[in-house]
């Protein structure tokens, strides 16, 4: 059983605590032994809150440890891993705490906010010899789990082109409003987009170059909305955009990838092909909430030492971030041609 405590408790944090209180009664492979939030007030509401429906019945506090201060929580408990839910400028110090106490740790995305940062928390990781993963959940998520595999199998073929799209409305909620300055969160582009970014550098590789338009209009946040083409050898078309200003309570993220035999179509309402020889169909892609999986995979690293993170080692993470900030300097230079 893997012991686990969890770090920041708002609105990503509520979201793994409503999976860590799953997996604790069903008994299997993850035990919440602690949670910790600065806000006390964190603490008296069970309810989920949380953007996206992942289940689960209200939270009972009284069923493991709560802390306000994580460095008295790492101290005090015997914990295997933490996840930590802090808002990205905390992300590497409580890493490296959480690491120099010889706690395995899932942090959230974006891994940090610069390259230079991910490097010490993969140092810092190797050095003790512990697990490190980043929260780039969409590795976990039916869609993109089935987009990955029919690329892969080259099932329809080469991808001639690729668009992702991630947006909603401006979030606005975040302790001391960290998510609106850009030297806290990163703007869109690194708290939002990176998810997309991920994605293409999981299924793509990382491209030569990139060229990024990015629109502040919130003054201090950063960029809001962006739009980047990844320009492959190849010369295949990708192109991946967010916004997080739209006049639209829902949250969407969707792709479209084309094949030499076939479309794909992740909409709002599901996935959907049409292709060569077959009627234009619904996918069923696996339910399941990523961070349950997410989660899960990490608590298997853990318990088997010789298993390899295939999926989302940090490495990648740590990539993803160099290219987020490409794409940053690209959009400060309007949209300037970027090389990695
Ligand atoms: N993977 C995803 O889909 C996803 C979705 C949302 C957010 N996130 C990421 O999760 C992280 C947290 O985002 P959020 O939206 O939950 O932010 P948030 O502001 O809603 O929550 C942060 C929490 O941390 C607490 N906190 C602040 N300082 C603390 C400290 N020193 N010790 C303990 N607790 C402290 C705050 O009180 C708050 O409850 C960010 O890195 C964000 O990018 C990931």
Redesign the pocket.
């Known amino acids: 059983m893997v012991k686990t405590g969890l770090?920041?408790?708002?609105?990503?944090?509520?979201?793994h605590l409503a999976n860590l209180v799953r997996f604790t009664s069903e008994g299997e492979i993850i035990k919440l032994v602690a949670a910790?939030?600065?806000?006390p007030t964190?603490f008296e509401n069970g309810e989920r809150q949380f953007n996206?429906d992942i289940g689960g019945d209200a939270i009972d506090f009284s069923k493991f440890a709560c802390y306000?201060?994580?460095d008295e929580m790492i101290e005090k408990e015997d914990l295997d891993m933490v996840i930590i839910?802090?808002?990205?400028y905390?992300?590497k110090e409580a890493t490296l705490k959480c690491l120099d106490k010889g706690i395995n740790v899932l942090c959230?995305?974006?891994m940090s906010l610069t390259p230079a940062d991910c490097e010490e928390m993969l140092a810092k990781a190797k050095a003790v010899g512990k697990r490190l993963m980043i929260?780039q959940?969409l590795r976990f998520w039916g869609e993109y789990e089935t987009l990955k595999e029919y690329i892969d199998n080259k099932t329809y073929g080469e991808v001639t082109g690729a668009y992702f799209f991630r947006g909603g409305s401006l979030?606005v909620?975040?302790?001391q409003n960290?998510?609106m300055k850009r030297e806290c969160?990163g703007g869109a582009t690194h708290?939002q987009h990176v998810?997309d970014v991920d994605m293409v550098n999981y299924l793509f590789g990382l491209p030569d170059a990139v060229s990024t338009v990015g629109k502040i209009i919130i003054p201090g946040s950063g960029h809001d909305s962006v739009s980047t083409n990844y320009i492959y050898p190849d010369n295949k078309v990708v192109n991946a955009q967010d916004d997080w200003t739209m006049q639209d309570d829902v949250f969407h993220m969707n792709y479209r990838v084309n094949f030499e035999k076939g479309t794909m179509q992740f909409r709002d309402d599901g996935l959907y092909v049409s292709a060569e020889g077959e009627v234009p169909h619904k996918i069923e892609c696996d339910p399941e909430n990523g961070?349950y999986k997410e989660a899960k995979y990490f608590a298997n690293l853990i318990e088997n030492p010789d298993m390899v993170n295939t999926i989302n080692p940090p490495e990648d993470s740590m990539a993803t971030i160099r290219l987020v900030c490409a794409e940053e300097y690209s959009a400060d230079h309007h949209g300037e041609v970027t090389k990695l």
């Open positions: 770090i920041g408790i708002g609105g990503m944090g509520r979201g910790c939030d600065i806000d964190r996206i306000t201060d994580y839910a802090l808002p990205t905390m992300h959230e995305k974006p929260g959940v979030p909620w975040s302790y960290w998510l969160g708290d998810h961070y």
